[in-house]
């Protein structure tokens, strides 16, 4: 590189040559993260409408609902009969939201394959959305464990807030690794990291998964970010670089944050698809049936969507010369 | 790394370990890439003071307008009179797109500092564009730079569809090279890469650097990229992982895509400003500055602009416990 250039530097935080085959996973959270924050309640019909469609596309892990209080968060009262009706592609994994056993005892009844418990790494935002301390959280999940393996269910352990608190601000990585020795040694190895505010960075990602890294090396991370602030697939770009292979995102971009009026929710699966795609990874998803899933969940949300892909088209979406005005520069 | 990970790279794409004062230069191009894709004209005045607040949130660099034919871009019809306008502050360098001798006997008479040759990198987007063809176009900047050299102007060289054609497809990075040693021959050092219609990728920009790096390596790249379909700030990643230390972008994520309704222009420069910050890069500027110089360009518009930062705040817009309902996961 010429003068002015920043000299090199030491490790990757991107794929620069991704080996042949290599395969990232998709998991879909819009049907829980984006629904719930919804004001209009999505009928029924049209959440199992949308998961199918999503399925059919090839996204094989779809986190359909949460266990949470019906009063807590009524638009996701109907979690049973939605998970009951989504037909079962082959290899398709089902998750839903688990906050305590009798949230357990609802899940254990359906066709759920896993259960995902969810404790913040900040105080102050854990008695704020669960009105719970972190250690009254971390006391309720061992009968959750109890009861999804005596149903068969594997279990996730989640974190929220873990790159960033709106009320506290910064979160020590430590505290998010307490909570994840407190999963592994509940024998979970899926730990799911929340960037519930969209506050994630190249530099907190970097500082979380080396932490982790130290403490629990045996557990597999789930990347869950928010595009509150815009870079969201900036902070996949660093995950991918510190060998993280899977990633939530919501289809057309759905949610938003309560935080932000006009702000954005989690990632949009579909512009990740393609971001993925396009730096080499493979995925087993079809983008083009993705897009028409992100098309149909605008309709059913009746508002437009973030999602950038579902409204330019894949990157050879050609043009006729007589198509378009021209435009200088 | 657990299981399921990526082997490692032998590269990086995206930095790790940023230099302490590693500086990123941001240049501004709303006022020219975004304006000239309104429909309503921007009154001048309003040009002049969206300009004047940006340069005063530290920004060193804003293209200010273009010196092509009113008819063709009649939003900068007033290019005279906007740089007239614009307040020089210590270190501020004002530029313009100049399409040939016509457009830089206008811009010798003003106070802008460096004229910007664009030529398209694919023959079919070129006569598209200014009606000519690759070959027709670089015949027409040799009189520009005499008249640049000779009012004391520098010479920027622009290259457009650099990433890729909405009418041909895949550029070839050897195209790109071609007219980056005509510039080279023609005493210019910067090259700007045009990501015009938001096709560039990370595996694009990769290959697109490494041809430069081996045919021209003294010229020094500035990275134009669109957020058409939403992955702009990942290219941004990959860029400052190969070392390219110079980005444009757009206040608000101002402008458009000709090719796709709905779609957005420009990487927006808060979100850039904001994740280069976050990465451990210096720009010299006042973030909170350039949100509200956002906000008036918002106004101005009169419409909601995509940036994001400019809609959730800075990562430490503290909130108090009282101010937000809850919201379970």
Redesign the interface.
Known sequence: ???????????????????EG?FV?VCEVGP??GF??ERAFIPTKEKIAIANALAKAGIKKIQAT?F?SPR??PQLADAEDVLAGIERTPGLVLTA?V?NARGAERAARTQVDVMGL?CSASE?HS?????ASIDETLARFPPVVEIATAAGKRVQGGV?TVF?C????EVDPQAVVRIARFYRDLGIVDLNLGDTT??A????V?AVLAAL?EAV?????TLHFH?????G??N???G???????YDSSVGGLGG????????GNI?TE?LV??LH???YETGIDLDALIAAAERTERAIGR?LP???M???P???????D???????
Chains 1, 2 share one sequence.
């Open positions: 590189m010429p003068a002015n250039a920043v000299p090199d530097h030491p490790a990757a935080t991107a794929p620069v040559s991704v080996p290599a996973e829980r993260d719930q924050i949460s949470v807590a968060v939201l906050p969810f102050t008695r704020k959305n669960v009105n929220a960033g709106p009320f506290e601000g969209g506050m960075t190249p530099r907190t970097r890294r090396p045996e557990m597999k991370p595009n509150t602030r815009g870079v697939l900036a996949v770009m660093v991918l670089a510190e060998g993280v292979t899977r944050c309560p935080f932000a009026a006009g702000a954005t949009c512009d393609y971001l396009e730096t080499g437009e999602g950038q892909v409204k330019a088209g990157r050879f979406a050609r043009h006729s010369v198509d378009v005005a021209t435009a200088a520069g």
